[in-house]
């Protein structure tokens, strides 16, 4: 891909606030867009970013704690979405194609770099309604404990069952588009999510099994 391709695409993807064409794009399928989209349709290609956009990050903050990183990979994704529009099957559907190379892109950027993977239940740039706290959590200190007790456990699962474990459980997302997104049949994310859930409850009570003895070593000591 040329700069000048590469440099029309990032604009695409940063400048669609100021799009004033792109709500004629509003009312069209995911597949019409891609093909819109091949055709230099770069407003039809911004509507693909505005609809997809926020989950991306917030899928790839599950991954990455870094805020800057997070913004980074989410407009790489796009950039790679872009140049790779021409392989894209129209009898799939776009959005598990997109994760699946966000997901993957992710991944594989951690691995690059040798940093474990660290996951989270609660994004750092969470939405105004997303921001109200539970009423059996009123102290969010408890809320930012739990997180990091969650994301300590789940760092010790394999990754291939982490993986499916956050993108079911933490992102919602289906057993079909999880299946689509890693390249898997629904019967092994099925019993891979099986097993990731059991993973997770083993290391979850032992952890919490130390953490009890520890406090009562406290007490006693006292």
């Not at 979405?81 to 966000?102: A, C, K, M, N, T």
């Not at 982490?162 to 092994?188: G, Q």
Request: aromatic share 8%; glycine share 2%; proline share 3%.
């Amino acid at each position: 891909m040329t700069t000048s391709t590469t440099s029309k695409v990032a604009e695409s993807v940063t400048r669609i606030e100021r799009d004033t064409d792109i709500r004629d794009c509003e009312g069209f399928a995911d597949a019409r867009l891609v093909e819109m989209s091949r055709e230099g349709n770069h407003e039809a290609f911004g509507e693909l970013v505005r609809r997809y956009e926020s989950r991306l990050a917030r899928v790839i903050s599950r991954f990455i704690l870094d805020p800057v990183m997070i913004e980074d990979l989410t407009q790489d994704v796009f950039l790679r979405v872009y140049r790779r529009l021409e392989l894209f099957d129209p009898s799939r559907r776009f959005g598990p194609w997109l994760f699946q190379i966000g997901v993957n892109m992710t991944l594989d950027y951690l691995r690059k770099t040798q940093r474990r993977i660290k996951w989270t239940l609660f994004s750092q740039k969470r939405t105004e309604d997303q921001r109200t706290i539970e009423p059996e959590c009123a102290d969010p200190r408890e809320a930012l404990d739990l997180s990091q007790e969650v994301r300590t456990v789940l760092d010790q699962i394999p990754e291939k069952y982490r993986t499916v474990l956050v993108l079911r459980d933490l992102e919602n997302f289906s057993t079909s588009e999880i299946a689509a997104i890693t390249d898997r049949k629904e019967a092994t994310i099925r019993w891979r999510l099986a097993e990731a859930r059991a993973k997770f409850q083993k290391l979850w009570t032992a952890r919490q099994q130390r953490d009890s003895i520890a406090s009562g070593d406290e007490v006693e000591a006292e």
